[in-house]
């Protein structure tokens, strides 16, 4: 039994090492983690970040008035969209779906 629960317990290890990877611990000495995107410059993190804001104003006051005034200031939904498509877990749920045939074993 014991040789059997080493097995599984290394290739638990083998698996968390290529399947977690969406977060990777901070540089300092908390436990904290840290997620990543990639963007090209400041300016696109920029238009991440306020079309991520006004798309919650528009959630919350449901007055699109508001975030339109300017011309060029419509939310970019794809933008939003494919951010969190890259903090998406999909090395995590291919880890998940391992554990879960080795549980079934």
Known sequence: METNETETLLRLKQL??????T???ASD????????????????????ISNMLKLCILALD???H???EKKNQSINVSLI?????QLFPFDEMEFLSCIGEMAGE
């Not at 968390?16 to 990877?21: G, M, P, Q, R, W």
């Not at 000495?29 to 238009?47: D, F, P």
């Not at 969209?81 to 498509?85: D, F, G, R, S």
């Open 81 to 85: 969209l494919e951010t969190v498509l």
């Open 62 to 64: 449901h007055d699109m």
């Open 29 to 48: 000495q908390s436990k904290n983690n840290v997620a990543q995107i990639e963007v090209l410059n400041y300016y696109e993190l920029g238009c991440i």
């Open 23 to 25: 977060l990777k611990p």
């Open 16 to 21: 968390t090492a290529l399947h977690l990877s």
């Open 66 to 68: 508001k975030v339109e």
